[in-house]
């Protein structure tokens, strides 16, 4: 049983970076392919980039390459998405999303449906 809990939405203005934390509890966080994604209104979820915790490597969506940087703390059992450069377009819910495997580093890490585990999310509203 894995569960998962994110925080650090909130208001942010553009051009800020905003960092979101996902608690993992977990008999094995070592273990886990953690990916984070997001719904914006109106769309459906999209993937932004997994990280497997047994060794740190992750795998970002294209569009998402370059102004995101996924990121663990295995003393706090923790997984982060920093966001570089806020946009207004970046208003989501964000979800992080957990699976006891490692990760494909493809675009399997993307789908929604390889992922048994998801948290309830945190909203993010950018303004500009």
């Known amino acids: 049983q894995v569960q998962l809990v994110e925080s650090g939405g909130g208001s942010s203005q553009a051009g800020d970076p905003l960092t979101l934390s996902c608690e993992v509890s977990?008999?094995?966080?070592?273990?886990?392919?953690v990916a984070w994604f997001r719904r914006a209104p109106g769309k459906e979820r999209e993937a932004i980039g997994s990280i497997y915790t047994g060794a740190g490597r992750r795998y970002y969506a294209d569009s998402m390459k370059g102004r995101v940087t996924i990121y663990q703390d295995e003393s706090k059992t923790m997984v982060y998405l920093l966001i570089f450069g806020l946009k207004p377009e970046d208003t989501a819910m964000y979800y992080c999303?957990?699976?006891?495997?490692?990760?494909?580093?493809?675009?399997?890490?993307?789908?929604?449906?390889?992922?048994?585990?998801w948290g309830q999310g945190t909203q993010v509203t950018v303004s500009s």
């Open positions: 999303a957990a699976d006891q495997r490692e990760c494909f580093y493809n675009g399997y890490d993307l789908l929604e449906r390889t992922y048994v585990y």
């Open positions: 977990a008999r094995y966080f070592h273990s886990l392919c």
